[in-house]
């Protein structure tokens, strides 16, 4: 069983920065694709980046360019950054780690979650 512990979210302007981390134990880390999605108020969870167990990326159309993604195997970390903060990019943001598929995108394909933690960009 797979712990997810997300942190780093908070208030923001428009146009700034934040990063989100994510700690995971009681797994095989290097072993999992991970991902981050984020849901808004009364919206459906969205991607938004994954990372697969060999460092491939990939992201969600919204925040191509804006945000990036990386892992550190060693710590058991998945990091998001994220720039050029829009107010659009206001949500809870979560964590997953997914064990089945090598490029997981969709929410279903994800075995783990945690808790998440809120983003919010004021405008």
């Known amino acids: 069983q797979v712990q997810l512990v997300e942190s780093g979210g908070g208030l923001v302007q428009t146009g700034g920065s934040l990063r989100l981390s994510c700690a995971a134990s009681?797994?095989?880390?290097?072993?999992?694709?991970m991902g981050w999605f984020r849901q808004a108020p009364g919206k459906e969870r969205e991607f938004v980046a994954a990372?697969?167990?060999?460092?491939?990326?990939f992201f969600g159309n919204s925040v191509k360019g804006r945000f990036t993604v990386s892992r550190d195997n060693a710590m058991n970390t998945v990091t998001l950054q994220m720039n050029t903060l829009k107010p659009e990019d206001t949500a809870i943001y979560y964590c997953?780690?997914?064990?089945?598929?090598?490029?997981?995108?969709?929410?279903?394909?994800?075995?783990?979650w945690g808790q998440g933690t809120q983003v919010t960009v004021s405008s």
């Open positions: 990372i697969t167990r060999r460092g491939g990326t």
């Open positions: 997953a780690a997914a064990s089945r598929f090598l490029f997981p995108t969709r929410a279903n394909e994800y075995d783990y």
């Open positions: 009681g797994g095989a880390f290097s072993t999992y694709g």
